[in-house]
């Protein structure tokens, strides 16, 4: 056994990851796997909660997601990449989970409160989507993971699965441990494009992984700035300043960063200047991850045997979990 | 492939099995077994859904529910007897038709309404509790039954079940077919001891399959008669006298029971004497299944042997079904 800590964290394939995932959570991932025993979950199966009827949509993104996960730097060698539907176990395990949560309970958690919100489900919540974070501790608890990734948004979930653990633990014997959410040291959101709040795909304001020279360079040409910066020799505010804002997120050169903010601050800096140098900026940031890419692309057969591989992995770390959750209920008979 | 029609049918595994039992349905396993491809479930997991702390009370009911099934003539070689927890693949469907049906929906269901009333559960709804008729419509469709033997009041389950079928064949493709509810041709509830309308243990008021006949002959002694035929030459009643019901289920010597109805309702026949030939009826119902019972008895391993096979034939089963499910939803790729 490795002393290591178990890290369980995952995306729900939905499209495309944009810089914003990055920021949140990929570079966090890429460091974190050396120093952890880390698994990443494709959740296609929670992906379905809310998309049932356009299946088409999650299959699609699974391969696009893991080629985004390999070109940042995610390292199969190193880190555990599955996806859900392929642990069979998770789901089990959820439905014995379920016996232990009651559905006021459920209604109440915050993070699936808003969620449903968003989604403007009404009175048609899917009972799959009310679920869903029972589920989760299914997905987090079956790999034995010690600490979870999230934003401070996600705690609720986080909590949820410790009393899951804890019902479990008290009425048929310590199996499993509770969960640490790891929240990342500094802000891990990413401002849109547009100068929204967040990045997202549904906001259109994403600039993608995969996202070409060109297509990069457009969209950071045509970037949000300081609205009221209408003439070059205007002063011009740098805070909620998205181009400054992903300057300071990718750009290396902090003093040249710097001078550019004092300028264009007092006056007499023109946003095509300092667009211009951040297209540089994320350019070179990206050429290693499109070096990465490449070698990937096109080899189907690689990315099928590398999800396949670490799915095989975890299943086999299931199968043991589930064991011991049956023997601890009592259900030996089989 | 068979003619034959495929039954799934079950019991939750809170305790031996009773002649009220027996009059539901085990009688008609009995008969359907050799018409029918029939399945029927040790529903483990869902006697969980409302017994999550104290498994220990399932746990020992299964194997005598199993003996019970025997003991009365459910045969191992024509029907498959299976343990529900022994498929993982009945949770793994029934996550994917989670998706599929509301929160909302599942509230009205009004089975599940009346089981929450009697539960007295109020405002602590188990999670599995409220799902459980989906976690159903994976057992039912998992081996691809198309009649399931039901009491009237367990049609709703059957209606949610075929929703779940339409809604999944709509957006997937066709892939099960829907079920129709086999409801028995007579009455098949059997009255208490104590007269009261049904027979069922947490109403104390049962005979036993696994009886022994002092105790048999005691239960019938000590049943509710006619509470107005106070002396044998008093005139009595026969409807709603379950001693006299009792008479009509297992008796088959009719002109005798005719007789003794006429003789009871003109009076001069005292309760003891009905009771009496009452205990014989019964015993002699009960010597077969007495019979049968010793054989099993005591061969714990055979008996598990029955189960491990049995579970192990529906895997198999499961199995070609979620290959099939995740063929039509797109999860192909592992």
Excluded: W
């Excluded at 642990?87 to 089990?92: A, D, K, V, W, Y």
């Excluded at 009404?122 to 990734?149: C, K, M, R, W």
């Excluded at 805070?239 to 400054?244: A, I, L, M, Q, S």
């Excluded at 490449?294 to 095989?312: A, S």
Aim: aromatic share 8%.
């Amino acid at each position: 056994m490795s002393d290591k800590k178990i890290i369980l964290t995952g995306d729900r394939p939905t499209g495309k990851l944009h810089l914003g995932h990055y920021v949140g959570s990929l570079q966090n991932r890429v460091k974190l796997q050396s120093t952890h025993t880390q698994y990443v979950m494709i959740a296609d199966q929670q992906a379905l909660t809310d998309n049932a009827d356009n299946p088409q949509k999650i299959i699609d993104a699974i391969f696009d997601v893991l080629l985004d996960y390999l070109a940042v730097g995610i390292d199969p060698k190193q880190t555990t990449i599955f996806a859900q539907s392929g642990i069979p176990q998770i789901s089990e395990l959820a439905f014995y989970y379920l016996n232990l949560v009651t559905v006021a309970r459920l209604s109440r958690n915050p993070t699936i409160k808003d969620e449903i919100k968003q989604r403007g489900f009404e009175e048609s919540i899917p009972a799959g989507f009310l679920v869903y974070p029972v589920h989760q501790a299914a997905d987090i608890t079956i790999v034995n993971a010690q600490l979870v990734p999230v934003g401070a948004d996600q705690l609720p979930m986080i909590e949820q699965t410790n009393e899951i653990v804890r019902s479990f633990n008290r009425i048929y014997g310590s199996v499993f441990n509770e969960v640490e959410a790891l929240i990342p040291e500094k802000c891990s959101r990413l401002m849109g494009t547009n100068g929204q709040e967040k990045m997202s795909k549904s906001l259109n304001n994403a600039i993608y992984l995969a996202d070409d020279a060109d297509t990069v360079s457009k969209k950071v040409m045509g970037m949000y700035t300081d609205p009221n910066h209408l003439r070059a020799s205007d002063p011009g505010r740098v805070e909620g300043n998205p181009v400054f804002t992903y300057l300071d997120t990718f750009g290396t050169d902090t003093q040249k960063i710097q001078d550019l903010k004092d300028h264009y601050t007092r006056g007499g800096l023109g946003d095509v200047v300092v667009k211009k140098y951040l297209n540089e900026v994320l350019q070179e940031f990206l050429t290693p991850i499109r070096t990465r890419r490449k070698e990937f692309e096109g080899n189907q057969d690689l990315l099928k045997t590398i999800l396949k591989q670490g799915t095989q992995d975890v299943r086999t770390i299931a199968e043991q979990t589930i064991k011991k959750v049956k023997t601890a209920i009592g259900l030996t008979y089989i």
